[in-house]
Nanobody, 123 residues
């Protein structure tokens, strides 16, 4: 019923920039927080940044000042602008949406995940 589709990953040199996009599709949705997480090989998935429907943001210390999360509530979309990228930012980046309503019907808040997009930063 709910799908998250990410785009914008790729290969970039250290110091470069990338912009990730994620759009949630399905029946009419109400989404609370949206966010980005990442997982590097051999590591657990970790939070990168989150944003509430009201626009409040939260960032991992490792990306503060370099990454900016934003969202378009009308499009059920979330974005991640990544600047000054470092090799340690290399990971698969996953979009997350905490959905509270589908097709106008309230539901228990449920996390949905995208399929992931690879970001590789070369040194």
């Amino acid at each position: 019923q709910v799908q998250l589709v990410e785009s914008g990953g790729g290969l970039v040199e250290a110091g470069g920039s990338l912009r990730l996009s994620c759009v949630a599709s399905g029946s009419i949705l109400s989404i609370n927080a949206m966010g980005w997480y990442r997982q590097a090989p051999g590591n657990q998935r970790e939070l990168v940044a989150t944003i509430t429907s009201g626009g409040s943001t939260n960032y991992a210390d490792s990306v503060k000042g370099r990454f900016t999360i934003s969202r378009d509530n009308a499009k059920n979309a979330v974005y991640l602008q990544m600047n000054s990228l470092k090799p340690e930012d290399t990971a698969v980046y996953y979009c997350n949406a905490a959905v509270s309503q589908i097709a106008g019907i309230p539901i228990r808040i449920t996390d949905y995940w995208g399929q992931g997009t690879q970001v590789t930063v070369s040194s």
